[in-house]
T-cell receptor, first 110, second 111 residues
Framework: QKEVEQNSGPLSVPEGAIASLNCTYS??????FFWYRQYSGKSPELIMF????GDKEDGRFTAQLNKASQYVSLLIRDSQPSDSATYLC??????????FGQGTRLTINP | DAMVIQNPRYQVTQFGKPVTLSCSQT?????MYWYQQKSSQAPKLLFH???????NEADTPDNFQSRRPNTSFCFLDIRSPGLGDAAMYLC??????????FGNGTRLTVT
């Protein structure tokens, strides 16, 4: 079992719709969870972070964490063509080891 | 502005010729990471430093070494680059449970 798993996609969503991205992780002791967006040839940029169970909202983005199910998700409301990118889920394992999932390629269709 | 700086942005080396990539930070973060990212793949953790403690991933080849002479600087040494080592190398830093701060990366080409 991979330490952090994502559906690699591609995921195609119409402009204005909600994009839903999912991630599962293997370490029950993980305490911090991150979503990064990466455009081709660029470094990852932070979208959201979440540490506690439940939902965390920031503008059009909502991160959801369920530690019992070892599941974290990212919702993007009112999707825009500029949201088209690869979305990386990252989870801290142990003290400081931070591991990425394989990423989900998202395309927003005008 | 506080930041993470990687040099060079682009590095070309010959097969088997040692190469060093550098990373510096002005954030005073105690943890520094090196990731390797190949085309259409996720960043793969090579190793990280927690303060002065070096943590090597089990599947990181011996060909890859790292040095952290002080809090601000970290180096990635590839002793004998192979064609399969061509990739983007990302340096990142953090403190505690905070999010990672990434540099712009170094794209390595091996000829």
């Amino acid at each position: 079992q991979k330490e952090v798993e994502q559906n690699s996609g591609p995921l195609s969503v119409p402009e204005g719709a909600i994009a839903s991205l999912n991630c599962t992780y293997s370490d029950q002791g993980s305490q911090s969870f991150f979503w990064y967006r990466q455009y081709s040839g660029k470094s990852p940029e932070l979208i959201m972070f979440i540490y506690s169970n439940g939902d965390k909202e920031d503008g059009r983005f909502t991160a959801q964490l369920n530690k019992a199910s070892q599941y974290v998700s990212l919702l993007i409301r009112d999707s825009q063509p500029s949201d088209s990118a690869t979305y990386l889920c990252a989870v801290t394992l142990g003290a400081q080891k931070l591991v990425f999932g394989q990423g989900t390629r998202l395309t927003i269709n005008p | 502005d506080a930041m993470v700086i990687q040099n060079p942005r682009y590095q070309v080396t010959q097969f088997g010729k040692p190469v060093t990539l550098s990373c510096s930070q002005t954030l005073n973060h105690n943890v520094m990471y090196w990731y390797q990212q190949k085309s259409s793949q996720a960043p793969k953790l090579l190793f990280h430093y927690y303060d002065k403690d070096f943590n090597n991933e089990a599947d990181t080849p011996d060909n890859f070494q790292s040095r952290r002479p002080n809090t601000s600087f970290c180096f990635l040494d590839i002793r004998s680059p192979g064609l399969g080592d061509a990739a983007m190398y990302l340096c990142a830093t953090r403190r505690g449970n905070s999010p990672l701060h990434f540099g712009n990366g170094t794209r390595l080409t091996v000829t």
